[in-house]
């Protein structure tokens, strides 16, 4: 850990509430990236957000930084994301989440963000992760690796598979606008 990072300094100054309050900060935004990119919905992945940071608050004393801190996090995400959708938990979130995203859009003019997250949704999950964090987490390959426990070479393959697939939907898909 980098002693000149804020957080590194109040953690190894074992001031425990300060650098969680700094971590949380510092980590939600991409916490709730992925874990979206795993469950698939809006309610689910705020929950997995939630469970994560209170692991982390729970586990932040035996923190050994073996690891970076965001890849501890991440793999804490990872895995809590893997454990809700493998309970089918997520499924009855993720109806939710579409059924409000219906009610509250406004109609005929989906913005950006939703047509992102349709089209993420229309990808293997493999790919959603891998395409999640190195766009829009803005990690490397090699982090991304890291963060997903497979090798570069993978993360590479996923991701032009990915824009590949993403081509082909966007190709198929009618344009929107005017009347319907």
């Known amino acids: 850990m980098n002693e000149e990072d804020p957080i590194g300094e109040t953690l190894a100054s074992r001031k425990l509430e300060p650098a969680f309050a700094l971590i949380a900060a ?17 309610s689910a992945a705020e929950d997995v957000t939630q469970d994560v940071f209170l692991r982390v608050w729970r586990a932040l ?4 930084a073996r ?3 965001s890849t501890w996090i991440y793999a804490i995400t990872r895995n809590t994301s893997l454990n809700l959708k493998a309970s089918g938990h997520e499924r009855a979130m993720a109806r ?33 992760r ?26 590479k393959t996923c991701l032009h ?10 190709a198929r898909r009618p344009e929107r606008g005017g009347a319907e």
């Not at 426990?149 to 993978?154: E, K, L, N, S």
């Not at 598979?161 to 081509?167: D, G, I, P, S, T």
């Open 96 to 128: 939710r989440d579409y059924s409000e995203r219906e009610f509250l859009a406004p109609p005929r003019n989906p913005d950006a963000a939703v047509l992102i997250e349709e089209l993420l949704q229309k990808l293997p999950s493999t790919y959603r």
């Open 130 to 155: 891998v395409l999640t964090l190195y766009y829009l987490g803005d990690y490397s390959c090699e982090e991304v690796g890291e963060l997903l426990d497979m090798p570069v070479g993978t993360v």
């Open 26 to 42: 510092a980590h939600r935004d991409q916490v709730s990236g992925l874990a979206y990119s795993i469950v698939g919905g809006v």
């Open 61 to 64: 004393p035996h923190f050994e």
């Open 67 to 69: 690891s970076s801190l």
């Open 161 to 170: 598979r990915a824009k590949r697939l993403l081509a082909g939907i966007l």
